[in-house]
């Protein structure tokens, strides 16, 4: 992992939650607090904002930063579940330096385990876990059988937007629209979608590197 790549991702990820407006507050607003669009565009304004001061820093210096200053920063619920994903991604990556594929995705899962434990939650409960778990299990999946860099972006890409699309047909058990019940049935939740987002722009940035 390189401190560059990371850099890279915040711009890009910036650029696309501000290009989905629209549609993440449309989706929070139906059954959520109203608040994750702004939550997200804070957080990454913030990291913006520090770009020169991550710049010279280790990775693990870099990802542990983001974590602290997200954890500070990001309201809702969503806040410390996003900050826990990278302070436990710093501290594999402090642990020996990842680099390889198979040593992101191992970091990846412990990182989604890390949200799983953090917010008590798991699959199927119609939140950004319905993403983020079987992107984990591909991306572990696929590592380990030495698939090459674009069939692993790829196949990442397509369990992001099916475990995303899996949450509009849930009841959701967690956040404010598991006040809602069966009422919920139809709606994507938005942590699903935002988390989709971010895995298909940092896959397709990662894309761009594996190709150049």
Do not use: W, Y
């Not at 990291?47 to 809702?76: C, F, H, N, W, Y």
């Not at 991604?89 to 385990?113: H, P, Q, R, T, W």
């Not at 369990?159 to 629209?177: C, N, P």
């Amino acid at each position: 992992m390189r401190t560059e790549f990371i850099l890279e991702a915040i711009t890009a990820v910036n650029d696309v939650i501000l290009h989905s407006e629209t549609e993440l507050e449309s989706l929070d607003r139906e059954i959520g607090d109203g608040d994750h669009f702004i939550n997200l565009k804070r957080g990454c304004t913030t990291l913006l904002a520090m770009r020169d001061e991550l710049a010279s820093l280790p990775p693990a210096d870099v990802l542990q930063r983001i974590g602290m200053k997200l954890l500070s920063t990001i309201g809702g619920a969503s806040g410390p579940l996003i900050a826990t994903f990278f302070m436990i991604m710093a501290k594999v990556e402090k642990a020996g330096d990842i680099s390889s594929l198979s040593e992101i995705a191992a970091a990846f899962n412990a990182s989604v385990e890390g949200i799983k434990q953090r917010g008590k939650a798991n699959a199927g409960e119609k939140t950004m876990l319905d993403t983020l778990i079987p992107v984990a299990e591909t991306f572990n999946r696929l590592a380990a059988a030495n698939a090459t860099p674009l069939e692993i972006f790829n196949a990442i890409q397509q369990t992001a937007e099916q475990g995303m699309l899996s949450t509009r047909d849930m009841i959701a058990t967690k956040g404010r629209a598991a006040f809602l019940g069966e009422r919920a049935i139809g709606h994507i939740d938005p942590g699903a979608r935002s988390s989709q987002i971010i895995i298909h722009t940092i896959c397709e940035l990662a894309k761009q590197h594996h190709t150049a």
